[in-house]
């Protein structure tokens, strides 16, 4: 992956409108925490709502199913070196345990691996950190070149 | 028949009842006989593409696994409802602005674990715009 820290600048601030101007997301409460090139870190709030069975009070896995998405997206956005549209190709999520009830769910994303149309991703849910996951999820996206973005590099994968 | 098509549709509307997320992001169904078809009616707080007007994968995805869990529910004699142990969503064609079907099969139904598959689809059934595997975990067991 091309590191472009200028470009990355760009993305910076237009990457929290991909959580805040998404009607979805925002509808779920959904916020971005943090961003670095390739890395992307949000948060879903608890809503009861969004309660998957009302006899335990635990989410839905919906919940956690969009947020991993959302954010493995951001992930790859932060990881452009020129402008390209991202669309979600699959998304595999591996459920460790529920979330507890009545806290924010953080959900961690990379982008490993990106050729010219298709990049990677790994992503984490949790509470507190790493070391007890709620979910894992590994993704890929096709990458497209956006009309009367120019591309200034002939870089392959 | 009838008594049977009564049941299944008190059973699906106990499931729905006790998910708060169903209501949530508007999740419809109809029986037909032993099938199921689940609604989505498009509402503007699903998009997630707003500049090509386009679904949300979390909310397409969400939609199929709830289709799947509701199937599930429906089939089985199980009280508790299932838990995801893992699930692989397949986005085959943009979701437009527009409302969303899906259907589920179950698949295998062990003893504890059952895999189900589920298609969604919008103006043409035989055009998915996305496609879930699953793996769901039966009853109350850890």
Known sequence: MTENPD???????????????????NTLGFELVD??????????????????????????????????D?????SVIAALSEMKSTATLDLRIDYMRPAEVGRDIIAEAECYHMTRTVAFTRAWAYHESRDRVIATASGSFALNTIKGFPTNTGEGS | MSEDILQRQKKL????????????????????GDEMTAILPF???????????????????????????????????EVSLAKPINLTIDYLRQAKAENLY???????????IANVHAEAWQSERARPVATLSAHFLLGSGE
Do not use: W
Request: net charge neutral; aromatic share 8%; with cysteine.
């Open chain 1, 7 to 25: 470009f990355f600048d760009l993305i910076r601030q237009y990457a929290p409108n991909i959580i805040n101007k998404v009607p979805y997301a």
């Open chain 2, 102 to 112: 899906a259907r589920a099969t179950v698949t295998k139904q062990g003893r504890r």
């Open chain 2, 43 to 77: 509402e503007e707080k699903i998009i997630g593409n707003p500049s090509i007007r386009a679904l949300h994968g979390g909310a397409t995805g969400a939609f199929l696994e709830l289709t799947a869990m509701a199937q599930l529910f429906l089939l089985s004699d």
């Open chain 1, 70 to 74: 959302n954010v493995s997206g951001v």
């Open chain 1, 35 to 68: 961003l670095e090139p390739g890395k992307a870190i949000a948060r879903a709030p608890y809503k009861p709502e969004t309660i998957g069975d009302i006899e335990t009070g635990i989410i839905h896995g919906g919940v956690v199913t969009a947020l991993l």
């Open chain 2, 13 to 32: 509307q106990d499931y729905l009842n006790r998910t708060p997320f169903a209501d949530f992001i508007g999740f419809k169904c109809e029986i037909m």
